[in-house]
């Protein structure tokens, strides 16, 4: 079976940093995108960016250019998304998500992780 | 970079029919055939209904159906059914500022 298992909820205080991960299996990792996703309570979906862990080439949205950082380790099937230095902010549900074709991004995710629910309080 | 646009909600009847839109620009929506939608129920993770414009991924129902229009894309529900109500969000593939994806703000979907 197809899928991504995220790491699980946290509650960090605000300027701390953090790094959360997202695993596959069942598939080739190295060969598809993994996108990161944030939702915000009560908002709507966010693109923050995509890694292709064949060779780390990363894509950011330019709203979250600078805010976090996308990286994976293809030897272990596991994308991660980090911050150096939270902010009240980055409370939100993040969810990493795979697209329907290897090699291509076309918005198109069809495996989906269970979402990390990062909340950061001052 | 301005998110899609979508209706904040939309609702119908069982049994009845309803459109979503989503519109973008020349250099999203109306440049690719790549918008996809999704249907999100409250914590649960987003799931794929359409990709490509009109493509269903396997064992989604038929009674979901998408569609282009210049810049604007459009998910139609027929036969809506009470457990169709939750949000929904189009995105895009779009090469403005990075080649990356856009989504929409998304639909709450009321089943009346």
């Known amino acids: 079976e197809v899928q991504l298992v995220q790491s699980g909820a946290e509650v960090k205080k605000s300027g701390e940093s953090l790094k959360i991960s997202c695993k596959g299996s069942?598939?080739?990792?190295?060969?598809?995108?993994i996108g990161w996703v944030r939702q915000k309570p009560g908002k709507g979906l966010e693109w923050m960016g995509v890694i292709y862990p064949g060779d780390s080439d990363t894509r950011y949205s330019p709203s979250f250019q600078g805010q976090a950082t996308i990286s994976a380790d293809k030897s272990i099937n596991t994308a991660y998304l980090q911050w150096s230095s939270l902010q009240i902010s980055d409370t939100a549900m993040y969810y990493c998500?795979?697209?329907?074709?290897?090699?291509?991004?076309?918005?198109?995710?069809?495996?989906w992780g269970q979402g990390t629910m990062v909340t950061v309080s001052s | 970079q301005s998110a899609l646009t979508q209706p904040a909600s939309v609702s119908g009847s069982p049994g009845q029919s309803i459109t979503i839109s989503c519109t973008g620009t020349i250099s999203d929506v109306g440049a690719y055939n790549f918008v996809s939608w999704y249907q999100h129920h409250p914590g649960k993770a987003p799931k794929l209904m359409i990709y490509?414009?009109?493509k269903r991924p396997s064992g989604v129902s038929n009674r979901f159906s998408g569609s282009k229009s210049g810049n604007t894309a459009s998910l139609t529900i027929s036969g809506l059914q009470a457990e169709d109500e939750a949000d929904y969000y189009c995105?895009?593939?779009?090469?403005?500022?990075?080649?990356?994806?856009?989504f929409g703000g998304g639909t709450r979907l009321t089943v009346l």
């Open positions: 995105s895009s593939y779009t090469t403005f500022n990075t080649r990356g994806v856009l």
């Open positions: 069942g598939y080739t990792f190295s060969n598809y995108f």
């Open positions: 998500a795979r697209p329907v074709s290897p090699m291509a991004i076309r918005g198109a995710f069809d495996i």
């Open positions: 490509d414009v009109n």
